[in-house]
């Protein structure tokens, strides 16, 4: 293919030398690695109807699994049905981004709920419009910690997947990321902290509960052991744990991050997720804040109005102001979140949790009873592990029954996960399907 030189596009004035610098001769040569296929599927011509019944044929071969007990998220948690309908409304699926507030009042005060019902959730100040998602967010929080505090070392936990880390470490390409052992509960080492901790940190980053389902109930220690340095102290904390335990801005976190994916947005491959970010009342953070935040003002006329109050993503101000570069996030989802929080309510929403935390003791208290275990101690939230027992041949012979198993930690650590879902008689199906692995093996 030929590229017509346009001279208002400056990378076709510079093709040339684009092609020389990868050492190629023409455009056609970046597909060479690519299979020559032939695409003739021979489809003969077809009417609707027609095509519907072919398709489906086609799709009825997918395999379905009938329960999952994956951990490690995404999650399957109860998506309410009025979700979809209404975020499916014109106004809110068509609407990507508020730029014009005059005719984008709808989606700017759904979404100044939504930061509304953040701040309540985590009891923080400020929540911006939502980001991409939880690594993202983690990684956002990591450098407005180096650019307030002017430093370029942070401490994250050594628990936390390699998936999230590779983000962390690509957005915080030109900081140094300390990672911390933990301890038998799979939480970080406080100990180790104080040894390491001084005034070169930038924030201290960990998650309630972390990835192994464990709570952390030392959150306020390890902010007090930040906070002595004058680092920012960034918690991960899912949203829907809160609704038992107390906020991370009940005991002074500068920042809270967080998965929104459990606020009523169902799980899908590779994308379907939410970014949360929220702070607290401090300039010097919320100057910093990435993304945009939604405010609400009044009109001429004195009549209440939305709009962009903060937008610091290189749209709108310059490249080099700009606080983040990623130019997407996920109104729709936050909006969908929002429902969800409106829809459940604090009771709601404590109610969604207590089951979430009755339903894990309770399939932990089975897997003791038929002599397996955990590999972490404490208390869990919706993840736990199980040790001692081949987690590959397990998940091959729970598929043959048509539930998804647990994510492999290692040889023999799985990550398994309930939620609000799953009932007792499929918590029930599960350890007999368990019992019955362990006699054949």
């Known amino acids: 293919?030929?590229?017509?030189?346009?001279?208002?596009?400056?990378?076709?004035?510079?093709?040339?030398?684009?092609?020389?610098?990868?050492?190629?001769?023409?455009?056609?040569?970046?597909?060479?690695?690519?299979?020559?296929?032939?695409?003739?599927?021979?489809?003969?011509?077809?009417?609707?109807?027609?095509?519907y019944k072919e398709v489906k044929s086609i799709l009825s071969k997918n395999k379905v699994y009938k329960k999952c007990f994956m951990g490690g998220g995404p999650w399957f948690h109860f998506v309410?049905?009025?979700?979809?309908?209404?975020?499916?409304?014109?106004?809110?699926?068509?609407?990507?981004?508020?730029?014009?507030?005059?005719?984008?009042?709808?989606?700017?005060?759904?979404?100044?709920?939504?930061?509304?019902?953040?701040?309540?959730?985590?009891?923080?100040?400020?929540?911006?419009?939502?980001?991409?998602?939880?690594?993202?967010?983690?990684?956002?929080?990591?450098?407005?910690?180096?650019?307030?505090?002017?430093?370029?070392?942070?401490?994250?936990?050594?628990?936390?997947?390699e998936d999230r880390k590779s983000v962390i470490r690509n957005y915080a390409i030109n900081l140094e990321i300390i990672e911390v052992p933990f301890l038998d509960n799979g939480c970080p080492d406080l100990e180790y902290i104080k040894k390491i901790i001084n005034k070169d940190i930038a924030g201290v980053y960990t998650e309630i509960?972390?990835?192994?389902?464990?709570?952390?109930?030392?959150?306020?220690?390890?902010?007090?052991?930040?906070?002595?340095?004058?680092?920012?102290?960034?918690?991960?904390?899912?949203?829907?744990?809160?609704?038992?335990?107390?906020?991370?801005?009940?005991?002074?976190?500068?920042i809270?991050?967080?998965?929104?994916?459990?606020?009523?947005?169902?799980?899908?491959?590779?994308?379907?997720?939410?970014?949360?970010?929220?702070?607290?009342?401090?300039?010097?953070?919320?100057?910093?804040?990435?993304?945009?935040?939604v405010g609400m003002t009044k009109t001429i006329r004195g009549e209440r109005a939305f709009t962009l109050v903060l937008s610091t993503r290189e749209q709108h101000i310059r490249r080099e102001k700009a606080t983040s570069n990623i130019c997407t996030n996920e109104t729709l989802l936050a909006i969908a979140a929002t429902i969800y929080m409106a829809l459940l309510g604090k009771e709601g929403i404590k109610r969604i949790a207590k089951r979430i935390f009755h339903n894990t003791q309770y399939?932990?208290?089975?897997?003791?009873?038929?002599?397996?275990?955990?590999?972490f101690k404490g208390l869990h939230f919706r993840d736990f592990t199980i040790k001692g027992i081949n987690i590959k041949k397990l998940n091959k012979f729970l598929k043959e029954k048509e539930i998804l198993g647990g994510r492999e930690i290692s040889e023999n650590i799985g990550l398994f996960a309930v939620t609000e879902i799953h009932k007792k008689e499929d918590i029930d199906e599960f350890i007999d399907l368990l019992k019955e692995f362990i006699r054949r093996n």
């Open 209 to 254: 509960p972390n990835f192994f389902g464990v709570i952390d109930f030392k959150i306020k220690e390890l902010i007090e052991i930040a906070h002595e340095v004058e680092a920012l102290a960034i918690i991960g904390a899912d949203p829907l744990l809160m609704g038992i335990i107390k906020p991370p801005g009940d005991y002074g976190a500068d």
């Open 80 to 161: 309410p049905s009025i979700i979809k309908y209404l975020i499916t409304r014109g106004e809110f699926l068509t609407s990507y981004t508020p730029y014009q507030p005059e005719v984008s009042q709808g989606v700017l005060q759904a979404l100044f709920e939504f930061q509304s019902m953040i701040c309540e959730l985590y009891n923080m100040e400020v929540a911006n419009a939502s980001l991409y998602d939880f690594p993202t967010a983690i990684g956002e929080a990591i450098l407005l910690s180096s650019r307030v505090t002017g430093r370029r070392k942070v401490i994250i936990p050594s628990s936390i997947p």
């Open 256 to 293: 809270v991050v967080g998965d929104g994916q459990p606020l009523g947005i169902p799980p899908a491959m590779g994308g379907n997720s939410l970014g949360i970010i929220a702070c607290k009342n401090d300039m010097r953070i919320i100057r910093q804040m990435p993304g945009r935040i």
């Open 363 to 375: 399939v932990i208290k089975r897997i003791k009873e038929i002599g397996l275990d955990t590999a």
């Open 1 to 51: 293919m030929d590229f017509f030189i346009h001279p208002y596009i400056p990378n076709a004035l510079i093709l040339k030398e684009m092609l020389k610098e990868v050492g190629i001769e023409n455009i056609n040569d970046l597909f060479n690695d690519v299979p020559k296929v032939n695409f003739d599927l021979n489809i003969p011509i077809l009417d609707e109807y027609s095509i």
